[in-house]
């Protein structure tokens, strides 16, 4: 069964970083993605990973901030998040789509909180 296990959430000020890891159980994927949730408001995409190719996709709103990665010997991804502001604050999941049709399989979230 594939288990996704994220960390690297936290506090930080307006305008400091953070790096968002997501460890992916010993399995390939079609593609990888980050989504977040702020209280009160839907799940959103932020970015996503094709991890044969390492194309990127971002969200309007993080492109230029974020940054997602893959590294394949660990079968992990990694989202870089600079410029924070406080409207990215949510909990952010990390989600797998195995074969290409639908992101399937979700981790249990990590909370990033930007303080202004």
């Known amino acids: 069964q594939v288990q996704l296990v994220e960390s690297g959430g936290g506090l930080v000020q307006a305008g400091g970083s953070l790096r968002l890891s997501c460890a992916a159980s010993?399995?390939?994927?079609?593609?990888m993605g980050w989504f977040r949730q702020a209280p009160g408001k839907e799940r959103e995409f932020v970015a996503q990973?094709?991890?044969?190719?390492?194309?990127?996709d971002y969200a309007n709103s993080v492109k230029g901030r974020f940054t997602m990665s893959r590294d394949n010997t660990k079968n992990t991804v990694y989202l870089q998040m600079d410029n924070l502001k406080p409207e990215d604050t949510a909990v952010y999941y990390c989600?797998?789509?195995?074969?290409?049709?639908?992101?399937?399989?979700w981790g249990q979230g990590t909370q990033v909180t930007v303080s202004s």
């Open positions: 010993g399995r390939t994927f079609w593609r």
């Open positions: 990973i094709y991890w044969n190719t390492g194309a990127t």
């Open positions: 989600a797998a789509d195995v074969l290409g049709t639908t992101y399937g399989t």
